[in-house]
């Protein structure tokens, strides 16, 4: 199985097989991690697995950019003000994806507050671009690009203002959507510009 070329559709299959339990692949990925990550930068930090009702993106293993809420977990908008700060509550979009059984691996590097355009400008180090690591991954969703691209998690979530998720996956190489705004809930966001400000998704 090689991790860093697992689709969605990938983990679906494998499961439903037997070829692998969520557990077993969520441990995988947080070993690759664990080794890859100090050159990338592109987590923040990593979350061990908790079992999950199931549904239909059972097991599916992904990265949450970090200022979207995740309740119990750091939640830090790439900013040491909220270095220690734990959300109290569940972003809608965790919410729905805990609903269908997902698996989220950790929070990723983003632009201070998402405020700038190739997370270069995060409190805890810039995000390199895993294809060349002299050039930048994008911003502000740069930490969830990379960890697509690098395959260190099959997808991301990251949020769009005026272009933090299409323009790092652009830069990354992988696909990424805004999605209509009001199409997607912003409640559990740590928003840079409420009137704009979208969370969609990095494959």
């Known amino acids: 199985m090689d991790l860093k070329k697992l689709t969605i559709k990938d983990v679906q299959e494998g ?11 969520h441990d995988k990925f947080l070993n690759l991690i664990e080794k890859e990550n100090s050159k990338l930068n592109a987590y923040l930090s990593v ?13 599916v293993p992904l990265a949450i950019k970090d200022n979207i809420c995740v309740k119990d977990t750091v939640t830090t908008a790439g900013s040491k003000i909220l270095k220690n700060h734990k959300a109290v509550y569940d972003a809608t979009v965790i919410s729905k994806l805990r609903s269908v059984g997902v698996s989220f691996l950790g929070k990723t590097n983003l632009d201070e507050f998402a405020m700038g355009a190739s997370t270069e400008n995060s409190a805890f180090g810039a995000t390199k671009n895993p294809h060349d690591y002299t050039r930048v991954s994008g911003g502000s969703s740069g930490g969830s690009a990379a960890a697509v691209a ?18 790092p996956a652009a830069f990354c190489g992988v696909v990424g959507l805004k999605p209509t705004y009001g199409r997607v809930s912003r409640y559990g966001l740590i928003s840079m510009a409420s009137s704009l400000d979208q969370i969609g998704p990095i494959t």
């Open 47 to 59: 979350a061990e697995f908790q079992e999950s009702a199931g549904g239909g993106l059972a097991g």
């Open 150 to 167: 690098a395959g260190l998690a099959v997808a991301a979530l990251g949020s769009d203002t005026g272009g933090s998720i299409r323009q």
């Open 15 to 25: 499961i439903k097989k037997g070829d692998f339990s969520a557990k077993e692949l």
